[in-house]
């Protein structure tokens, strides 16, 4: 089924540790992005890409690292885990921001840094 | 800087009494208005998107409507698998993102 494709759906880091979180579309969307979503915070954008070799920053960047080699693949590292990080998080992508198409948000990946 | 209000926070209905959940918005120019509905563990389902005051949309027991500085997301006789969180963003001029407001859960009791 066409969407959003993100893996893994739950893990446990301990403090230090770094990982990559995967997110993939198979809808040829040019824009996709990274949210985390906290209680009482809403969903605040991480990073952001509007197409191949291009990304950029949102409001919560730091500790964070992307890249878009491709138009299918935009995948999350988290350098040196810290509890602060502790999150859900969701990639989302679209055809075109700019010609307000809605998100397709993937399922999310829930992490636990301790 | 964009701001995105939902009220309320949390809105218990019995099913069939009809309400209105509000999104207040403060942008520098808006270019749309997005409606998304989230189920617990999993991600936003996109409902609706509106461009300029006065433009409405309907889909099933849901309406969306928008002023020049807010939305209404008006549900009509509820059912309990109405219960999910709403959320309002907003899309904004020279922006590359969405800002989203805290989100308004619902629930719908039989």
């Known amino acids: 089924n066409a969407g959003v494709t993100q893996t893994p759906k739950f893990q446990v880091l301990k403090t230090g540790q770094s990982m990559t979180l995967q997110c993939a579309q198979d809808?040829?969307?040019?824009?996709m992005s990274w949210y985390r979503q906290d209680p009482g915070m809403g969903l605040r954008l991480i990073h952001y890409?509007?197409?191949?070799?291009?990304?950029d920053q949102g409001e919560v960047p730091n500790g964070y690292n992307v890249s878009r080699s491709t138009t299918e693949d935009f995948p999350l590292r988290l350098l040196s885990a810290a509890p602060s990080q502790t999150s859900v998080y969701f990639c989302?992508?679209?055809?075109?921001?700019?010609?307000?198409?809605?998100?397709?948000f993937g399922s999310g990946t829930r992490l636990t840094v301790v | 800087e964009d701001q995105v209000t939902q009220s309320p926070e949390a809105l218990r209905l019995q099913e069939g009494e009809s309400s209105s959940l509000n999104c207040s918005y403060t942008?520098?120019?808006?270019?749309?208005l997005f409606w998304y509905r989230q189920d617990p563990g999993k991600g936003p389902e996109f409902l609706f998107t509106?461009?300029?005051a006065g433009e409405e949309k309907e889909k099933e027991r849901l309406k969306a409507t928008l002023t020049k500085k807010e939305s209404f997301l008006h549900i009509t006789a509820p059912k309990p698998e109405d219960s999910a969180t709403y959320l309002c963003?907003?899309?904004?001029?020279?922006?590359?993102?969405?800002?989203f407001g805290q989100g308004t859960r619902l629930t719908i009791n039989p």
């Open positions: 989302a992508s679209s055809y075109s921001l700019q010609r307000n198409y809605g998100y397709t």
């Open positions: 809808m040829n969307h040019e824009y």
């Open positions: 890409s509007v197409g191949a070799g291009i990304t």
């Open positions: 942008v520098s120019g808006l270019r749309g």
């Open positions: 509106l461009y300029s």
């Open positions: 963003a907003v899309h904004t001029q020279g922006a590359q993102k969405l800002v």
